[in-house]
């Protein structure tokens, strides 16, 4: 299952696979303005409107299941 976050403005688009996704929280120690929580063992990025397009959430992720529209 792939859920989607996007930016209030919709510039900006967050994909995670949650099939790849295990909560290894690496997204949430890395991101440099807290876009990302863990929720039930899973990534979410509720502040999507906050994201300055670094892409270290999509490079730290092990498991690849991080689609990042600027990335």
Known sequence: MIKEFASSSGDIVI???YDKCTG????VEVCPVDIY????G???AN???DCI????CVESCPNGAIEH???
Do not use: F, M, R, T
């Open 15 to 17: 994909k995670i696979d």
């Open 24 to 27: 290894a929280a690496k997204c």
């Open 37 to 40: 929580e863990l929720q039930d």
């Open 42 to 44: 899973k990534a979410v």
């Open 47 to 49: 502040n999507v409107d």
């Open 53 to 56: 397009e670094c892409c270290a």
């Open 69 to 71: 529209s600027s990335c």
